[in-house]
C-alpha cells in the first residue's frame, strides 16, 4: 500500500485547484486518497475565502505566462440573503467579470459542474489554462462542502444529529448563524466520535466518519476526475 503523502494547501502545480480555505484543502486531499488510494494528480491551493479564490482565478489568468495548464475551483454557495437560486446566478456573474473575456461561460450553470476550454477565437487563448468550476454543495443547492458531507450520514444519524443541533439553537445554547446549520450539525456528529474531533474535515474523512461518502459525492468526484484526470 502507497505512504499517504502530506497535503500541501499552498500547492503552484500546472493542475491546480483553488478553495476557500484549509478544511477545504484536506478534505479534497483525503477524499481523492479514499477513491484511488493515491495522492490527487492535482495540487490544491487554499485562499482564505471566496473573494480571494476568485481574485487569485484572474490574476493568474492576465499573467502574461500562466504557469497552470489546468485550473479548479471550489466556491460555497451560500451568501447570506440569497436563495440558491439567486446565489447561483450571482456566482456566475462574478466569473463572468472576471473570465468572460476569455471562456464562454453558460446561461446557466450544469449540475455536474463546469469544466471549460479557452475561447479559441481570443487572442493567445493557447497560454490559458483548461477552466473547471464547482459550486458547493451541488451546483444548485444554497450550501458548503459541510452540506455535501451530510448526505453521507445515515437517515437515522442525520435526523438525530439535526434534531439535537436545532434544540440547541432553540434553547439559546448554541449561537451559530443559521446559515451554518450544516456545518454545526457536521462538528457536532464529529465531536461524538471516538476521539471528539470537531475541526478536521480531512481527518474525519480518512477516519471512515462518513459512512456513504463515495456514494453521495460520486458526480464531485467525476467532476475533479473529468477536469484533472486520475492516478495512474
Known sequence: MPQQEKCNCKSEEERLLLVEGPNDCHAVFQLMWLIHNASPVFGIHECGNDDQVLESLAARLVSSSPRQKILGLILDSDIEGLNSDQIIRSRLDQLRTRVGEFY???????????VLSPDASKQNSDRL??????????????????????????????????????RAKTDGVAKFKDIHLSKAIIRTYMAWQDPPDIQHLGVAIRKGTFENIEAKCKQFIQWLEQLFGTPA
Open 129 to 166: 489554462p483548461k477552466l473547471g468550476v464547482w459550486l458547493m454543495p451541488n451546483n444548485k443547492a444554497y450550501g458548503m462542502f459541510e452540506d455535501l458531507l451530510m448526505e453521507s450520514l445515515v437517515d437515522e444519524v442525520r435526523t438525530y444529529t439535526g434534531a439535537v443541533v436545532n
Open 104 to 114: 464562454s461561460l453558460p446561461k446557466s450553470f450544469p449540475e455536474n459542474g463546469l
